[in-house]
């Protein structure tokens, strides 16, 4: 490994080469709860670079040593995709982080290594907005568009891949590529750029990105519907978003999560009601309010209790700060978040049967999710560990026979893959296998990632 080190030195000084275990640490995990975490490997060499021309240069060193690279971004991954899991070279995008906005094309050149939250200053600062809230918001742009990571807003706006338009890719060879650009129209050949996109950093290594932005919304205001049952809640988004309303989120939640958050952020839940469907609205102020009428009206004559309006700034984070922190709240306790997708008027249908599951394993699953997305994350406790595959397994299934997916936003990783396999058709897995061949031949990109 010496001579690794060396030639990494040469490339991008030595100062940004870290072979010590205990300056590395941060490095060898991720956010993926530690039950199901993979175990890292302990001959790493961390680099951080400062340019695409240098990730070039340690790419083509780790195919000549026939080593493997880890891109390395916010490290909030909830599967452990990128976790270095063999002897190789952390690659942490930390330094690539400037960010260029042009008003006159409402687009944003971002360095990969900046973060959500400086993505989300720089809109602001140049009167325009980022209207997605994709994840974490230290999480890094590469590793939300490899992620394709997607967030409560994408009701309205879509996930990641919506808003990405070019991008500049260090291939597992070590070409430098520049796909798409600053354009709303680009069909020119197959379209590498969004095979990048989702790609969960196995394909190449994203350095730069443009970055569409909007002009910014004019207002926004947070409506809580209560209900009694699931079932009416549930019910009630169809006819919400049949009714013309698109809000910029409308997240389902029950009591006892919210409770729970509530409690872990030294406040209270005091809304009467068993389940609460959260909608955020932007748009013009008649737009807003009309829209927060009709979403009232349809909860109220489909069994809705008293609707509340969160106008201020302030009783708005409040309420959404406690729907962010369901999550933390409930990170020292669950072993494992699922995030499974259905058709979104199937999703009432997938909350009744994993408490069916529930029932049958005397498992307590906290459900919760992005309603009109038919994203669900659910929650396996760290007490049910012993009986965790049986009940990921049917919670799979379901959510598959239901016509969804086994994973709508958190990716497959490094903790999914069996399953990938187990619940994708043979077909489309021998195709990835052969377009992850045709860019990495030697595999040396974030192996067992994705395709073991
Ligand atoms: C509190 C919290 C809330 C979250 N909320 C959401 C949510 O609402 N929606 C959602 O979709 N996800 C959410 N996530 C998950 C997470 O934020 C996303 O998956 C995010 O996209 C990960 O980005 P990252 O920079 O932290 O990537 P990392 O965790 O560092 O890496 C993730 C994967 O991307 C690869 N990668 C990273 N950077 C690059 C790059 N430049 N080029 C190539 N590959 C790269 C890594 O190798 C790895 O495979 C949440 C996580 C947390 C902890």
Redesign the pocket.
């Known amino acids: 490994m010496n001579d690794i080190v060396k030639t990494l030195e040469d490339i991008v000084g030595p100062e940004f080469v870290i072979t010590s275990k205990e300056q590395m640490e941060s490095y060898l995990i991720?956010?993926t709860s530690i039950p199901v975490r993979p175990t890292p490997s302990t001959e790493c060499i961390l680099v951080k670079p400062s340019d695409s021309n240098q990730i070039s240069a340690i790419i083509k060193l780790a195919n000549e040593k026939g080593i493997a690279v880890?891109?390395?971004?916010?490290?909030?991954?909830?599967v452990g995709?990128?976790i270095p899991t063999k002897v190789g070279i952390i690659v942490s995008?930390e330094r690539m982080d400037k960010i260029v906005v042009d008003k006159e094309n409402l687009m944003a050149e971002a360095e990969?290594g900046a973060t959500l939250g400086q993505l989300l200053k720089a809109a602001d600062e140049a009167e325009l907005s980022f209207p997605p809230?994709?994840?974490?918001e230290?999480?890094?742009i590469?590793?939300?568009i490899?992620?394709n990571?997607?967030?409560?807003r994408a009701v309205k706006h879509g996930v990641m891949r919506n808003f990405v338009k070019g991008l500049e890719v260090v291939l597992p060879t070590g070409e430098i590529l520049k796909l798409g650009g600053k354009l709303l129209k680009d069909n020119m050949g197959y379209s590498l750029m969004h095979l990048m996109i989702g790609s969960?950093?196995t394909l190449?290594?994203?350095?730069k990105a443009f970055i569409k932005l909007t002009p910014k919304t004019e207002r926004t205001l947070t409506l809580l519907l209560p209900f009694n049952t699931r079932h009416e809640a549930l019910k009630c988004v169809p006819k919400i978003l049949n009714a013309g309303v698109v809000p910029l989120a409308l997240e389902y939640v029950e009591r006892e999560v919210m409770e729970l958050s509530a409690e872990h952020l030294g406040e209270k839940w005091i809304v009467s009601g068993k389940v609460f469907l959260i909608a955020i609205l932007a748009g013009g102020e008649n737009e807003v309010f009309s829209d927060a009428e009709k979403m009232s009206t349809i909860a109220l004559e489909n069994g809705g209790l008293e609707p509340s309006i969160a106008e201020r700034r302030d009783e708005q984070e409040s309420i959404l700060k406690i729907r962010s922190n369901i999550?933390?709240a409930l990170k020292p306790r669950y072993g494992d978040i699922l995030d499974t997708t259905v058709p979104p008027s199937k999703i009432g249908e997938l909350a009744e049967i994993i408490d069916a599951i529930s029932e049958k394993y005397s498992a307590y699953i906290p459900v919760y999710g992005h309603a009109a997305d038919g994203n669900v994350h659910s929650h396996v406790m760290k007490e049910d560990l012993e009986k965790y595959d049986k009940i990921k397994e049917e919670i799979y299934k379901a959510s598959i026979e239901l016509g969804g997916v086994i994973t709508g936003?958190?990716?497959i990783?490094k903790i999914r893959v069996k399953e990938l396999y187990k619940f994708l058709p043979a077909k489309q897995i021998e195709l990835m296998r052969q377009i992850k061949k045709a860019f990495d031949p030697n595999n040396i990109l974030?192996p067992s990632?994705v395709l073991d």
């Not at 809230?133 to 974490?136: A, K, L, M, N, T």
């Not at 190449?204 to 350095?207: A, E, Q, R, S």
């Open positions: 991720d956010e880890y891109p390395r971004g916010g490290g909030t991954g909830l995709g990128a995008m990969a809230h994709p994840g974490d230290g999480a890094q590469g590793g939300l490899v992620c990571a997607g967030g409560a969960e950093g190449g290594i994203v350095t999550y933390t936003e958190h990716g990783g974030n990632t």
